[in-house]
């Protein structure tokens, strides 16, 4: 009688294996960690120190962004929870929408979603002109009082 | 759990969406953002504000648990209590927050 | 009807039928019809280990183990097959390591071994380590292991199929000594749609597992109704050895859960309600390890004569509480975990509370060591199959050792599938199927079904009840031919009004009440042979005990029960033991 | 009669009362008023004790007043994994779960588990299940010639990856967990149970295979933490520390 085959060895090799699930896993980690201190601040800054939301207008605005590492603060949370904002909204719709097409459609609307707004984000935060000028050159109304009449 | 991090992860996705087209206003002039702006500061809008908040602060501390979850299997082991620490510190965060912004909101719109 | 064809077609999805299957896959086209899904069948139950001299851990050989499966067995064992069942263990143990079973280990890495009642060094000098196992999962271990091999062989399963009745060429009663009787094909009730599905096959093998629901009191699941040794009975095929039934002595008291054996093996003592270890009088060498047979009874008779344990006074107390709750919960920890959720005992610190429950059928259906099945004494069916504890080799003889069952299921398990694959191999056609071969189970399910609509006055669970009751009463672990003339005239009755039982569902889908039906008819037919095998054993003998008649008595005896059913009631007949080494002797311990 | 009377010992005596059951139902083929395969709700009462299971009571009702009430059920006492279901919403084994540990004056609320689909009452399709066990490979793959006694594996080696070997595949921790309801696609917990016996077994040499279905779109990056599993499982295997597990590995590559 023939000795049972059932342990026979198996051949095989590591295999590269597709990193997309895992990474973004990951990044909504480190992400997340991220944000917490960012938001955190944020809130703190614009809601809690001084006036609170009350405080909050143009020249706010115009005060906080002056001041480059604001800037780069917030871009950097932008684009941080707008990232992690859309790859957990993907999940969701990956979860809840039922057919293939649906699934693809509002897969793409996020994505451009997701683009615009980083994007259009991202201009406000870098090309931000605390003292904006109309055509003719003058300052627009509502310009802080600090801006330079020249 | 699960699905509290879930509706609040959603919640502030979409409110990140508004924030970001509100505040890109600035670009605009900065009599519309004002005029937004301005809009926001109604008690009713307050009110919405500090349920954006809560929300913020439940998914932070949920999402920290849920790393730690990951990251530490003692973390793992003691869940549940991690679940009920959670709320405390929303409920600590809150408690800092809302008095304050309630009475920025109510008393010191002027 | 629906009908399929194959090589080889496998009843059963436990140890053995899995085993078989692994052999049989591998060579011929098999199908595996189970009435369960594989992995919920009874072996996953099996708690304590496997038994095989593998040395591992302290001096031993197979020869010892043979000698203890014979005596364990009181004599009563073939022993050519018990030479087969110790001689292959070694290799069946280490067969599942190679596919990857969890053994639990020595600090070297080999596989660990325990003690277990009945096994012994050097011709029961003292006890002997010699059962692999898993903690208190070994049976689970095995079972799972089994169906992942399965997985990976592509075997075919047909899931929550009962197979129902076997059909063969001939009559067997009918048919002359010599005649060829063959195996045609098997007819199956699926559950799903309730559909009949007809199997042709040139070899069947049975693996049905055990028929512990006679009983009232047991530790088998309540699907182990003993259809397959039911449905040979009723092909006209004999049964062999059914008055011999195991009582396990650890089952929690008033449940029959099982506390394995293993919970003696690693230093548990029974005591009565003085707090006595009662065993030390019984079997004053191996005290609580002590076959099951032994220990059954001892733990009876203290409950007999008063020193029981508890209000009612009617169990023994297992006492764990010396044990170190670490050591416990490292080689006990789902038998302890049955006492406190099942009890609400604490076993680190409480003695549970113990009585003996029904537990393995050393009968079944007679084979030869390739698991061929026999029509009489000595002619076989050709193709049939037979394996586990469905089957009576007989390993086991009058009562079976711990963890012998396990290795009985995997050694002739894999001999059934070889020899089931080779028959059909060498065969070129199957035989023809009998013309309207399925129509005496479709009358059976037809007449059932019309019962749910009207007629019919008898509940199933009412006679199941009934039956089952009296056996616990009358031919549990003393029998007396008073108590046994008792328990055939209640199964007669509940017998004679089972033609009249009545059913509720009377959908085709997942008719489950319908089942349940069938699964008593042959309880009923297995409670008789039962029954009228230990009437005619006027002696005592392994798990067999009449107090009328106390002690064993070679010269009557010493030969296996082979009971018919035939128009007039059970036929018995008798057939000599196979003695090859050891002759008889008194089995003290 | 002289044979010992061993009328079933009763440990302690238990008083009964009656509870209430209200049953999930549904019949394929329609019964009474009920269309077919339309699931509705029924109640039954049933005389029981503290201590009796609530299969025991499944069983009552079934042989004293309905016999078309479909469930599965074998071993009855945990170790099959036929009877999982949902009981006062929450995944459990029929016969493990005692009266006296619900709350006897409300209904018990049984229903099947969820995310299969409902075939008879209690009964659902588990090839789904079945199939996604399967998909990752649950059998050892060993490499090189097969030594001629056993493998060696030192106790360590085995205490690794004793948990998950515990598990029954009942599929109360797939049935519950939220992912697994939501679309379908994701493996489940059991399925990662049943790779990670494997991936930390010593004697295996196929880990990155089972890793990689892992790995991919319906694997352990769709878990979302949310230990219904862990919490449903009747073996008290620690699920959700076995899918960290695995993704802990593919995280550092390092088994
Ligand atoms: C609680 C307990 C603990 C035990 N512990 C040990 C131990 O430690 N060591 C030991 O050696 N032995 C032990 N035993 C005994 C041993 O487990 C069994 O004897 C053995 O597992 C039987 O295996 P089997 O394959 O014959 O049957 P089973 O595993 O019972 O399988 C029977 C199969 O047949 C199928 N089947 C039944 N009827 C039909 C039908 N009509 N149609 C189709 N399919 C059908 C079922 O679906 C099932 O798949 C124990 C037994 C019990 C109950
Ligand atoms: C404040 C700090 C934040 C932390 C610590 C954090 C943490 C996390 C973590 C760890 C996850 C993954 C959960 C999982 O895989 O189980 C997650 C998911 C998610 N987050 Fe955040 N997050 C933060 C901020 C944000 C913000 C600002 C948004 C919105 C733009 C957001 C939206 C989401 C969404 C939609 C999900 C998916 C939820 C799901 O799939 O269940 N989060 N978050
Ligand atoms: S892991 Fe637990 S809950 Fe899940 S199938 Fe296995 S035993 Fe059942
Ligand atoms: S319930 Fe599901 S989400 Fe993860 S922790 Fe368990 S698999
Ligand atoms: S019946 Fe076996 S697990 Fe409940």
């Keep these: 009688m023939t000795a049972p085959e059932l342990s026979q060895p198996m051949p095989r090799t590591r295999k590269r294996m597709n990193a997309t699930y895992r990474w973004w896993w990951v990044f909504q980690r480190v992400s997340g960690v991220i944000l917490v201190v960012l938001i955190f601040t944020h809130l703190f800054v614009n809601l809690m120190m001084g006036d609170g939301v009350s405080q909050i207008d143009f020249a706010f605005v115009a005060g906080k962004w002056a001041a480059w590492y604001w800037q780069v603060i917030d871009f950097v949370m932008l684009l941080l929870a707008m990232l992690h ?29 997701a683009v615009v707004i980083i994007v259009l984000g991202s201009l406000v935060i870098w090309t931000f002109e605390p003292c904006p000028v109309d055509a003719t050159g003058a300052f627009l109304p509502g310009v802080p009082s600090g801006c330079p009449f020249n | 759990m699960w699905v509290v991090h879930r509706v609040t992860g959603v919640a502030i996705f979409f409110f990140l969406v508004v924030h970001v087209i509100d505040t890109s206003l600035v670009r605009v002039s900065p009599e519309a953002y004002n005029e937004v702006i301005g809009s926001y500061k109604t008690p009713l809008y307050g009110l919405v504000e500090a349920g954006l908040v809560a929300a913020i602060l439940l998914h932070a501390f949920n999402g920290l648990r849920v790393i730690a979850v990951d990251r530490w299997t003692w973390a793992l082991r003691h869940q549940r209590m991690l679940v009920w620490i959670v709320w405390a510190l929303f409920a600590v965060g809150m408690a800092g927050f809302l008095p304050r912004h309630l009475m920025h909101v109510f008393g010191g719109a002027a | 009807m629906i009908e399929h064809e194959y090589d080889v077609v496998i009843v059963g999805a436990g140890g053995a039928g899995m085993r078989a299957a692994l052999e049989s896959s591998q060579r011929a086209r098999t199908a595996v019809l189970t009435k369960l899904y594989p992995t919920r069948s009874h072996t996953g139950a099996a708690q304590g280990g496997m038994a095989a001299a593998l040395a591992n851990v ?107 009745d076997l059909l063969l060429t001939e009559d067997p009663q009918a048919a002359a000594p010599g005649e060829e009787v063959a195996v045609a094909g098997v007819v199956s009730y699926e559950l799903a749609t309730g559909e009949i599905h007809v199997f042709r096959a040139k070899s069947v093998v049975f693996a049905t597992g055990g028929a512990g629901k006679i009983f009232k009191t047991t530790s088998n699941a309540h699907t182990l109704t003993g259809d397959g040794m039911g449905i040979a009975l009723r092909a006209g095929l004999p049964l062999e050895d059914m008055e011999f039934f195991q009582f396990h002595p650890t089952g929690l008291a008033g449940l029959g859960i099982l506390l394995s054996e293993a919970a003696r093996g690693e230093g548990g003592i029974l005591r009565n309600s003085e707090g006595e270890r009662f065993m030390e009088r019984y079997a004053p060498t191996i005290k609580d390890l002590a076959p099951r047979d ?24 297992l006492d764990l509480t010396h044990l170190e709750p670490a050591h416990i919960d490292a080689k006990l920890p789902d038998i302890t975990e049955f006492a406190r959720t099942y009890l609400g005992v604490e076993p680190y610190t409480e003695p549970v509370p113990v009585y003996p429950t029904a537990h393995y059928a050393m009968g079944g259906i007679p084979t030869t060591v390739q698991g061929e099945v026999l029509r009489n004494n000595t002619d076989k069916v050709t193709g049939l199959y037979a394996a586990g504890e469905c089957a009576c080799v007989s390993v086991h003889g009058a009562n079976r050792l711990g963890t012998n069952s396990l290795l009985d299921i995997n050694v002739f398990g ?28 479709v009358e059976i399910v037809e007449r059932l079904r019309a019962t749910a609509s009207g007629g019919g006055t008898e509940s199933v669970a009412g006679l199941r009840k009934e039956l089952q009751e009296t056996m616990d009463r009358n031919v549990q672990v003393f029998r007396t031919a008073e108590s046994l003339a008792e328990a055939t005239a209640v199964v007669a009755d509940v017998k004679a009004r089972y033609a009249n039982v009545a059913i509720h569902d009377r959908g085709q889908k997942y008719n489950t009440d319908l089942l349940e039906a069938l699964e008593l008819g042959f309880l009923i037919d297995l409670a008789e042979v039962t029954v009228a095998g230990a009437l005619a054993r006027e002696e005592s003998r392994g798990g067999h005990y009449r107090e009328d008649f106390p002690t064993r008595d070679d010269d009557k005896f010493m030969k296996h029960t082979m009971a018919y059913a035939t128009g007039e009631g059970v036929r018995l007949d008798y057939k000599p033991v196979t003695i090859t080494t050891y002759q008889p002797m008194e089995r003290k311990y | 009669m002289t044979a010992v009377d061993t009328a079933p010992a009763q440990v302690g005596g238990v ?21 077919a395969g339309e699931d509705y709700w029924e109640e039954f009462q049933v005389e029981a004790h503290a201590t009796d299971r609530v299969l025991d009571a499944l069983h009552k009702i079934k042989w004293e007043q309905d016999g078309s009430l479909a469930f599965r059920r074998s071993c009855a006492h945990g170790v099959c994994g036929s009877d999982a279901m949902r009981i006062n919403a929450k995944n459990r084994l029929a016969c493990k779960t005692l009266l006296k540990d619900l709350n006897p004056a409300k209904p018990i609320l049984i229903e099947p588990i969820a995310g299969l689909p409902v075939e008879k009452d209690l009964i659902v399709d588990m090839e789904p299940f079945f199939a996604s066990y399967r998909e990752i490979m649950p059998f050892l793959m060993p490499s090189g010639p097969a030594p001629e006694r056993e493998r060696l594996q030192s106790p360590e080696e085995r205490e690794r990856f004793d948990d998950t070997t515990k598990c029954i595949l009942c599929a109360a921790c797939t049935t519950a967990c939220p992912v697994f309801w939501t679309d379908g696609q994701y493996f489940g917990p059991q399925a990662i149970v049943g790779a990670h016996r494997f991936i930390f077994d010593s004697r295996d040499e196929g880990q990155w295979d089972r890793l990689e279905i892992l790995n991919d779109k319906a694997g352990v990056w769709k878990c979302r933490t949310a230990f219904n599993c862990t919490e449903a499982c009747p073996r008290g295997i620690e699920v959700t520390k076995a899918i960290s597990e695995v993704k802990k590995v593919l995280n550092t590559g390092e088994i």
């Design chain 3, 414 to 441: 894999r001999r059934a599938g070889i020899a089931a694959a080779e028959h059909a191999l060498a065969t070129a056609e199957a035989a023809p199927l009998p013309a309207n071969g399925e129509a005496r189970l």
């Design chain 3, 294 to 317: 032994m220990v059954a009874r001892a733990m009876a008779n203290e409950v007999r004569e008063g020193r029981g344990a508890g209000p009612h006074k009617d169990y023994v107390l």
């Design chain 1, 85 to 113: 904002g859309t790859n957990g909204m993907s999940y969701l719709i990956n979860d809840y929408a039922r057919s293939r097409r649906s699934r693809a459609i509002l897969q793409a609307i996020l994505g451009i979603a």
């Design chain 3, 58 to 164: 302290e001096d031993d050989n197979a020869e010892w183990h043979v000698f203890d499966t014979i005596k364990g067995g009181d004599y009563l064992v073939d022993q050519d097959a018990a030479e087969i069942l110790c001689r292959e263990a070694v290799d069946a143990v280490l067969d599942l390591e190679k596919m990857g079973l969890p053994f639990n280990r020595t600090e070297e890495g080999k596989i660990d071994q325990r003690r277990f009642g009945g096994h012994t060094r050097d011709h029961g000098q003292a006890p002997v380590r010699r059962a692999c196992y898993s903690a208190d999962r070994t049976g689970h271990m095995i079972l799972q292991t089994l169906y992942q091999q399965c997985i990976r062989q592509q075997v075919e399963f047909y899931n929550e199929y009962y197979v129902l």
């Design chain 4, 15 to 35: 008083p009964s009362m009656t509870v209430t059951l209200r049953i999930r139902r549904l019949n394929p083929e329609g019964v009474g008023d009920h269309a």
